[in-house]
């Protein structure tokens, strides 16, 4: 199994208390760990404007600076988004933008992309929001051009939403092929048919029963495009809250709750019952287990969230020295 690491950005109000000052340095900081160990693939930013679970005047900081400003500081890791939303910016212009980022890396970034879902900050940038369907036909024209861009260093396409005409893209990708295409999303009859046609990774539903069920779905959709379903790797992303100990793991839930509860008070109960039920709260050997079941389904590519990240490492450290031995390889 492979394992990403969320990068600490504010989003999910994981800065709060942080002087602005230091937040790029607190971001930095678990980058480079996660460079420095070969537990780790890829790190990873969220791709959106407002916070979560509700707006507020708490730090998010925009993907693509921190892609750039990640490539440059680090050596090893691969470099995510989970996901760009393909509304907020031209895709011409942002393979143009991830090719340069590439080229900053070595070769080593990694293309996340969805349609987008959080209507607060679509419309609040002045994006609108259109229905589901519209914004799934603007995904898959998007991801064609991006692909043209890439592959044959120009694009043109006359869509519906996008509309380009000879875009060039130089310097190109390092990578052989172009950025490898991660589809997110579980929409079964647009999204994860996008995935068939044109992705490299998927990442969807992380729970058994809704992974099992996902993954169903896009094989059927690769044996109708005649795709090899084998050649596209499943991933997830997963809250973890880890302790060596029940008691220990306890303690985490408690930190969670206090730390929401002072920023969005009202909104803390949900946001601590959303970690508390997820498939990685628990011990080593309990989270080891539950990855064994997963991989079991296809999943094999784990990217995971540490809620105190920027305050706090021992939970990062604990599955790299107790889970991530068990699994990967």
Not at 12 to 27: C, F, H, K, N, S
Not at 129 to 148: D, H, K, N, W
Not at 189 to 211: C, M, P, Q, V
Not at 234 to 251: E, K
Request: with cysteine; hydrophobic share 40%.
């Amino acid at each position: 199994m492979r394992f990403g690491l969320f990068i600490p950005q504010g989003w999910r109000l994981d800065l709060t208390g942080i002087d602005p000052r230091d937040q790029w340095g607190a971001m930095q900081s678990v980058a480079a760990h996660a460079d420095a160990n070969d537990a780790w693939e890829s790190v990873w930013v969220y791709d959106h404007f407002h916070t979560v679970p509700e707006p507020t005047q708490e730090a998010t900081h925009e993907a693509w600076s921190l892609m750039a400003a990640i490539a440059a500081t680090t050596n090893r890791v691969r470099l995510g988004q989970m996901c760009t939303c393909m509304a907020y910016r031209n895709p011409a212009y942002l393979a143009k933008v991830a090719a340069t980022v590439d080229v900053i890396s070595g070769g080593r970034v990694e293309m996340g992309i969805g349609a987008g879902w959080y209507e607060h900050e679509w419309r609040a940038f002045g994006y609108g929001f259109p229905g589901a369907g519209q914004r799934l036909a603007a995904l898959s024209e998007g991801v064609q051009i991006m692909r043209q861009m890439w592959e044959k260093g120009t694009a043109t396409l006359l869509g519906e939403h996008f509309q380009v005409d000879g875009a060039r893209c130089y310097p190109q990708p390092l990578q052989d092929g172009g950025i490898p295409l991660w589809i997110a999303g579980g929409g079964e009859k647009k999204t994860l048919r996008i995935a068939a046609e044109h992705a490299s990774y998927t990442n969807f539903d992380g729970s058994l029963e809704g992974f099992a069920h996902k993954s169903e779905v896009l094989k059927g959709h690769c044996r109708d495009l005649g795709r090899d379903f084998g050649a596209i790797t499943r991933s997830a992303n997963y809250n973890v809250v880890i302790g060596a100990t029940q008691a220990d793991v306890d303690d985490k839930l408690a930190w969670i709750d206090a730390h929401y509860r002072a920023v969005v008070p009202e909104r803390a109960d949900r946001v601590v019952e959303d970690f508390r039920t997820g498939p990685l709260v628990g011990t080593p050997e309990q989270i080891v287990e539950r990855l064994r079941e997963l991989e079991a389904l296809g999943m094999t590519y784990a990217v995971t969230y540490f809620a105190d990240a920027a305050y706090d490492r021992s939970g990062i450290e604990l599955f790299e020295r107790e889970v991530v031995p068990a699994l990967k390889g």
